[in-house]
């Protein structure tokens, strides 16, 4: 049998052989990264206060460079250009050397000299109240320096070995102003200190002289013989806002409580040696704090603490707080932004009496009712927000009343409208008469109702069912008084028809007699911020 083998043409098989060797050849070209083969460059380094020439690669970076000139690099050094940026033929390239150290320090703080006005001294004489202390604190710094040159000191650490003794000088500010006999004891907050006055308004005495009373808190015990009132924190105000102290008013150094961020409400409980309290917590944001809506109570003598109510969310705007008010006999009221009614203290649970429209003040404050127990513990006043008279929304109206609710017969009547949301009611003592045991009402009514948040406002007194109204100060022609709470007289005063109202205007301390208007400038410093008379 004959077999048939297929020819190839020698041609064929050439060509073939070709095809495939071009076709390995590309497929390994592809494999490859790109080369760049211009050949070799050159580059100057400058380091250390030289500098030298590296031959390298073309393609290459600033990375690459310095290797190649066996440098090495600290964790802080800098290049100019980066060590990223690819370098060409004859490119310099700058390494600076970068170190950081740090120093420690002792440093003296120079101690402030606090000028305290005192009216009971003639003019221009002056006393030094507490000698001055330097103060001295130990700081550390971090230095840079670059190629041995310092560039930078900023300060990473304080903390304060000794703490600055301010320089406390009293100066007499002594004024034209007659003197006045008062009953009980009154006491104010001016730049930041406490005095009292006892029988008579040429007696002033300063309580406390740190001038730091923040005005927060500021009251007397009921028989006089204590002062509560608080003090800005040293700390950071969004880790504490203030402290709680009490002070003897007879002599004697203040006394710290150890509680603290205390804003709303702080209160002598009537009948016994205790405050009761409530308290928020700081924050960074406005307003600078969030109400726990809480209440402790805490005794003056003892030291003992207890809890009244635990915290809560405090219904609407409760973040903003909540405030309370103790009748003469002990029982206690509360108001907040949507609301008012009575604790039960031994139950340790609200009671709410009335709702009321919260007051949408679009910003960063909540407005709250303010109350005041008639003088015989049977009568709530309280200011309330009004209805609009038109579609506004209720929470906008711009009205706003004195409400009372009797608890002889539990009603609650409107006694007086549109006085504005800083009316501040205030109660006088009982006064006797051969027919009743009567009270007054003293009130702040807003120049202009509608616009009562920015309004000033005028001192009115009335009768206890709303009857009898009288302005009583300032003067028709004179400017308003900044919205405060009106503080009676403990008693009458010989010689006048009325009880005494102690109000702040324009600065000062005045006393107004409430049966016939006629005033009586106390002070002339200007600074009173806050009183109280018991």
Known sequence: MQRFFPRFSPSISLRTSLLLFLLAFATLTACRSPQITSGDISVNITVDGATRSVTLPAGSTVTQALQASGLTIGNLDKTEPPLYAVVNNGDEIVLTRVEEKFETEEQIVPFERQVVRNESLPEGETRLVQAGANGKVELTYRIVLENGEEISR?????????EALAEIVMVGAQSSFAPL???????????????????????????VTTGDLDGRIFFLSPNGSYLVFTRKSTKPA??????LWSVRTDGGNPSNTGIVNVVHFAGWIPGTNSIAYSTVEPRSTSPGWQANNDLHRYSITTGAKARVLDASSGGVYGWWGVTYSFSPEGRLAYARPDGIGLVDIDGKYLKPLLDITPYNTHSDWAWLPSLTWGADGKTLYFTSHAPPPSLVDEEDSPFFDISATSFENNATVNVVQQTGMFAYPSSSPLQSSSTERKYQIAYLQATFPEQSETSRYRLVVMDRDGSNHRTIFPAKDAPGIQPQTPVWASGPIEGQTGDFIAVIY????????????????????????KIDWK
Do not use: C, H, M
């Not at 969004?238 to 402290?243: C, G, M, V």
């Not at 324009?506 to 911020?529: H, I, P, R």
């Open 238 to 243: 969004d880790q504490e806002i203030n402290t």
């Open 181 to 207: 006999p008062i009953p009980g004891k009154l006491v104010y907050l001016a730049g930041g200190n406490a005095w009292i006055i006892d029988t008579s308004t040429a007696n002033r005495t300063p309580l």
């Open 506 to 529: 324009q600065g000062n301390l005045w006393l107004v007699d409430s049966g016939n208007g006629q005033a009586f400038q106390v002070t002339g410093d200007g600074l009173v911020t």
């Open 154 to 162: 900023s300060t990473v650490k304080s903390v304060t070995l000794q």
